[in-house]
Each structure stands twice: as C-alpha cells, then as structure tokens.
C-alpha cells in the first residue's frame, strides 16, 4: 500500500491512502502542538487493534458476543535498549466463554498480522527519486537472481519475460501498482492482489502454482482490463473525456439517434438483431453509453470483427458493459495467446453456466489420472488435511469442452464451492481450477460459501449465474454430488501450439453454430483481445438492455451533482421521477449515477430512499418525509451517526406534525439523547434552514469527489496513450 505523507504546520504531518487521512503530532514537551498522536503512538496502537480485529472475527463467525469482552496491551521498554520491547496484551474474557473458545480466542490473537510482520522483522529501503510517481512498480516482488527462464503450459515466453513486458508498458502508462496482498494457504497455490496506487479502484485478482505466476495472472488481468476499459464500466468519464475527439477508442463510431427512436442502420447485423432485439423493443436510447452519456452525439459503437467472414461490425458500448461485464477479454504475449485464454474463459463460464443450470452429473477424475500431476494433487491434500473434503470432476461433457472442476465441502458449515477452470490442456484446465477456488482466500474465508439446495429454481435463476460469475459463490444442486453421472470420463487434450488451439476452441464455437466476433487492442502496447460470442458468452440477460440498462444513470446523473442548486420546482420533477422509476429505495446513488464517492461520508453511503427524504425535507412535504424515515429507520444499513441523524429527524416531525406538542418543549432532551450538533442538524433540515444535511455541494464538474476523480485521472492515462498511437 502507498502512503503519502504531506507536511503541515510545525511538527504535524498527514498521511494519505486509499480515502483515509491520518494526522500525526508531537506532544508539546518535544515541540510539537499534541494535537494529533505521535507516528509512534499510531504503530503501538495498530498492535492492539489488529488483535482486537481478530478477536472480533473469532466471535462474529460463532455468535460469540463481544460487548464484555475487554483487550489491553502495554509497552514494556527495556531500559538500557529503548528499541527492545515487550508488547504485553492482556484479554478479560467473561465467564460464560467455554474452555474450547478461551484458547480459540488466543490463538485467534497469535494471527495478528502486525504482530506477525514485527516478529518477521521487515526490512526498510530508504532512498532519493527524482519522481515518486515515476516509480511505476516498485512494491512488485524483487526481480530474479541470474538469467531465470521459467516457462509455464502455454505461455510463450518465460515468466521473467512476460512480466518484465508488463510492468514496462505498466510504467509507461504512469500506473504505479502494488501488490496489497499475498495467500498461500496450501501447497503449490498462490494468489495475489494488485492495485493501482493513485486509483485503488483499479485492481486485480491473480493466481497460480508460483508466485510468479500468480503475479503474471494478475497483471495480465489488468493489462486486459485496461485495454478492455472494464475498470471504468458504468463510470461516468467527466465531461473533458465525453466532449473529446473520441470517448473510448480512435477507431469508435457514432451513430445519432433518429426522432423516432428507432434503432440507427449500420447497428449490429441481422444475426445480432434477431438475438438483441428479438420483439422489436429495442431503442437508439438504450444504447447511449452511460460513460459518456452524451444523448446529443448518439451511440458510440465498438468495430469488431465478425470471425465468418472478417467483415467488420460496430458494437454499441452500452450494449458490452450492460451483457458482457469482463468474460473473454484477455492479453497475452501474443494474440493467438490472447485468443486462447479468451476462449478458454467463455468456455468456463458457458458449461459451467449449463451444468449448474442443467443439474448435470458430472464424473469424478480417477485417483490414477490425478497422480499424473503431483503438485496439483498436494494442494488438493493440503485442503483435506485441513479438513476440506474436495472433488474433482471433468467437466468437458464426454470430451466436447476443455474444462475442469474442483468442489469443496465445508464441513463445518455445510456449505459447498464449485471451482471451474478451462485450457486447452487438462492439466492446465485442472491447476486453474484449483487456483481459483483459493483465490484470495483463507480457510476462514471458505466459512461463507453457501449450502447446496434441491430447490432447481433456486439453481436455475438468472442472478445465481451472475453471483457464480462474479466470485463463484453462487448455489449448487445437490443432484451435481449424486454418484450417478450424466457422461463418461474423458481424459480430453485439446493443446498444441497456441495458433492451434485458438483454431481449435473457435472450432468447437463454430460446431456449436455460434457467430464470433474479435476486437484486436493493440494501441497501450500489449496483445490484447476481447472475443463477443452472441447468446453463448453473455453474463446477464439480454432483457436487461431494456429493463434494466446500466444508462439509467442518465436520467439522474446530471440533477443529483448538482443537488443544492436545484430549485424547487426541479426537486418536484426528480423526486417524481423516482417515484414514477419503480427503482429499489435501497439502491446505492453512487451505482445509479456511475460515481465513485468515498464510502466513508454521506455521499458514499446515500440511497434513494435517504435522497427523497431530504428531497422532501428541503420542499417542506414532512408527512412524506416522515414516512419515509420511519421505512429508513426499520431496514437502515447505514452507520451509527447516520441512524442517529434520522431517530432525531423522526423525533422533530413527530413533534412539529402534532398540533398539541410545541418543540421547545422538548428541545433540552433531544439534545441531551442526540447531542448538540446532531439536533441542530435535524432541526435545521426540518425547518428547511439546512438543506441536504451531510451532502457536500458537487456538480457535473465533480468537485470534491477524489475517488472519483482519480479514477477518471487514470483513464486519462489510457485515452491519452491512444491518442498518440493514433496520431490525434
């Protein structure tokens, strides 16, 4: 993790991460002002947080209160070596604890991973840059002793290689990554998260049997998310980026929407349509990018290559990111390399889609082809010595797919999780199936994977399939565990060269009587890829484009930034359009409008629900207001200090709705129960003096909203990389 650290008056200093500032003082007998604790103080109480956090998940996992649990920790400094230390923590444990989780409790502090770093003991490298931006990736792992050349199944070049490649184009970027995490939870596993420094939103995921696999995994993750612009899906881009000479890519088309709303000619062709637009519903409207939203340029489409007969065809953006989220995009080393891992995904995820869905039997993978792949089978042991049960099963229904799967049971909670991975070698389909099932994980981790059902639609709903899409946690049927398979076991190979298995995998595509559709992105530097195969490699329903079209935002964006300068009659037609959306009034603003607010202020945290309160409360409509509140009350997730605001907000409408009860009546009480500044708050905004309490003014320029304009910051770094390669 980056921390940057600013220096402000005398002693004090700031240090920035991800939406967090701490300040650091010294007290006044060192010269400093005591206004903040010293950077000293903040590392001793780190100690005592980080076995107080673990303490606190021991507890949550069993239902173990925690209200009388109390946790203290003391220095003992060795007097003649200041730097020698006893970190003392002491824990009182209430009586009613049994034996068993007393020790639990213990050894649950023993994990603290301040503590664990302390006692590794870290090293620190101090030096002079002349640009700390500059410095692209130096919290990646330490470069190879000597002339290393690890080569894995298919990866054409070393693993030093491909990662050196990476972070080169990585720097050139001026995207400085870190890694904030490593797991290693059994043999021959490995994964890891990466992040950009300057956007922690964009991030990855890798995994492997190395590290340094792992590490490949990752950043080719993000070189494909990069080029691909998933980091940004749903975002809105800032009107800089929506006025520019292009939104997404230099070769992208605009086609202007038509008065009748129809869709324009030159969209999609006559296979796409009948798929897209199958009853004739679809509009030019649905396919405005919700990035740019720019209504008044049209739909900005994506050319892509129709694979039959390399005729060229323009897909709307909107279109992409509504259906398609980030399955089959891909780098590699080179683009047949590419390919095959795109296809390799779409695979994955399509017969992992029909076996879930289907219920299908799978066959278990005999003892003696397992023992083929020694590496892999320890890490499957590690996971049974831990007291994981694990199958492992083909899922290439009879030799059609190169795909693989690994189950694991948990025992203690009864709940089951369904790994797929695909290659066109079994052992490699077979590793990543592993791999991803302990991606990012720990064994305390695999406590939260859900219980198999015989309920089919349960299995079968659409949503299912996107929650297995996104982490794998979706539901599986309890018929996948019967002893009687639906197919054979087949030992299938589909490897050979990379050109050949790419030829091979759009074969099968092409068996199947699938259309394919390639889009080639070469301009940051990487082979890149994205691969559209039409009703076969969606992740969400092509209802969605019009009942549930991410460029809703649209209707919404621009009124909601600029909030504190609607005037009333504005607020009237917003509050009614929501009423008249049917959207949930639990649904976050900052996905409705595509904004990345910090979610540690009101703004991160705002619904609709808590919109139209103080919409209301700012127009004077208390009655509705005060329905409203009391729904806000009974299912509010928000925080502590929020609920508080609108228990107070409830009290004062109650009052000033009841003609036989004067405030000031209970003024003196309210602010002993909610405090001065909360009831200043909540009167003020029923009174109409504050409007909009815990909202800070913003507009479509996007004032104060960092995160947001951090990521829009690391898209400029994109958009202008491509500009150059395009000669604009």
């Avoid at 903040?36 to 303490?55: E, G, K, R």
């Avoid at 043999?187 to 340094?212: Q, Y």
């Avoid at 791999?435 to 406590?447: D, H, I, P, V, Y």
């Avoid at 409008?593 to 309160?613: A, C, P, R, S, Y």
Wanted: hydrophobic share 40%.
């Amino acid at each position: 993790m980056e921390i940057k650290v600013n220096f402000l008056d005398n002693l004090r200093l700031e240090a920035k991460f991800d939406d967090f500032t701490v300040t650091a003082d010294q007290p006044i007998r060192y010269k400093g002002d005591g206004s903040a604790p010293s950077p000293f103080d903040y590392f001793l109480a780190s100690s005592a947080l980080c076995a107080a956090y673990f303490i606190k998940v021991y507890c949550k996992a069993r239902d173990i209160p925690t209200e009388n649990i109390r946790l203290s920790q003391n220095n003992i400094v060795d007097p003649e070596d200041r730097y020698n230390q006893i970190f003392q923590i002491q824990v009182e444990l209430p009586e009613d604890i049994s034996a068993k989780d007393r020790e639990g409790i213990l050894r649950s502090i023993d994990r603290c991973t301040v503590k664990k770093v302390v006692q590794t003991g870290p090293e620190f490298k101090i030096e002079t840059v002349e640009n700390l931006d500059a410095d692209a990736n130096a919290m990646l792992m330490g470069q190879p002793e000597g002339d290393a050349s690890t080569y894995i199944l298919g990866k054409d070049l070393p693993l030093e290689q491909t990662i050196s490649n990476m972070t080169g184009i990585l720097a050139d970027l001026g995207m400085k990554i870190e890694i904030s995490s490593w797991r290693n939870i059994v043999p021959n596993v490995w994964s890891l998260h990466i992040r950009d420094a300057a956007s922690p939103m964009c991030f990855t995921n890798g995994k492997g049997a190395t590290k340094e696999s792992a590490l490949c995994s990752a950043l080719g993750e993000f070189i494909e998310r990069l080029n691909c612009n998933f980091f940004y899906n749903d975002q809105f881009f800032g009107l800089d980026i929506t006025n520019s000479d292009f939104v997404h890519y230099p070769n992208e088309k605009w086609f202007a929407l038509t008065d009748d709303d129809a869709l324009p000619a030159g969209l999609l062709d006559d296979y796409c349509l009948d798929i897209y637009n199958p009853d004739d519903e679809l509009c030019g409207s649905h396919l405005v990018d919700t990035n740019s939203g720019n209504i008044d340029r049209g739909i900005c489409t994506i050319p892509y290559k129709r694979r039959s007969d390399g005729e060229t065809v323009y897909f709307p953006s909107n279109l992409i990111e509504n259906l398609f989220l980030s399955n089959g995009m891909s780098a590699g080393n080179n683009l047949q390399e590419a390919e095959v891992q795109c296809l390799s995904e779409i695979f994955e995820r399509a017969v992992k889609r029909e076996i879930i869905e289907q219920e299908i039997v799978l066959p278990d993978v005999p003892m003696q082809v397992l023992e083929k792949y020694p590496s892999i089978l320890a890490g499957i042991k590690g996971l049974e010595e831990q007291g994981f049960p694990v199958v492992v099963k083909d899922a290439s229904l009879g030799g059609q797919f190169p795909v693989m799967c690994v189950t694991l049971m948990n025992p203690k909670t009864g709940g089951v999780f369904a790994s797929f991975g695909a290659h066109p070698s079994f052992e490699v389909a077979l590793e990543r199936s592993l791999t991803e099932l302990l991606q990012g994980r720990s064994f305390e981790g695999l406590n939260d994977v859900p219980k198999p059902t015989f309920n089919s639609m349960a299995v079968s709903e659409p949503e299912n399939f996107v929650e297995h899409f996104i982490d794998s946690t979706g539901v599986i049927s309890w018929r996948f565990f019967s002893s009687k398979h639906d197919f054979e076991f087949c030992e299938w190979d589909f490897s050979g060269t990379n050109e050949e298995e790419a030829k091979g995998l759009f074969g099968i595509l092409e068996t199947l009587g699938k259309e394919v559709y390639v889009a080639e992105f070469d301009q940051l530097g990487a082979s890149a890829c994205r691969i559209l195969v039409p009703d076969y490699s969606e992740v969400y329903p092509v209802e969605d484009l019009i009942w549930d079209n991410t460029n809703k935002a649209l209707d919404y964006r621009e009124d909601i930034l600029n909030l504190h300068a609607l005037s009333d009659d504005e607020l009237v037609d917003l509050v009614n359009r929501f009423e008249e959306s049917q959207l949930d009034n639990y649904t976050d603003i900052r996905t409705l409008i595509g904004i990345v607010f910090d979610e540690n202020t009101v703004w991160g945290q705002l619904t609709i629900i808590e919109l139209k309160i103080l919409i209301f409360l700012a127009l004077g409509a208390h009655e509705e207001a005060m329905e409203l509140v009391g729904d806000f009350l009974q299912f509010n997730d928000n925080t502590v200090e929020r609920g508080l605001f609108y228990q107070a907000v409830n009290a004062v409408l109650e009052v000033t709705l009841d003609e036989e009860l004067e405030l000031e009546h209970f003024i003196h009480n309210f602010k002993r129960m909610f405090g001065e500044t909360v009831m200043e708050n909540a009167v003020g905004s029923v009174t109409g003096e504050i409007r909009f309490s815990g909202l800070t003014k913003t507009s479509m320029q996007l004032e104060g909203i960092e995160p947001h304009l951090r990521l829009i910051e690391s898209y400029k770094k994109l958009h202008q990389a491509r500009k150059l390669k395009a000669g604009l």
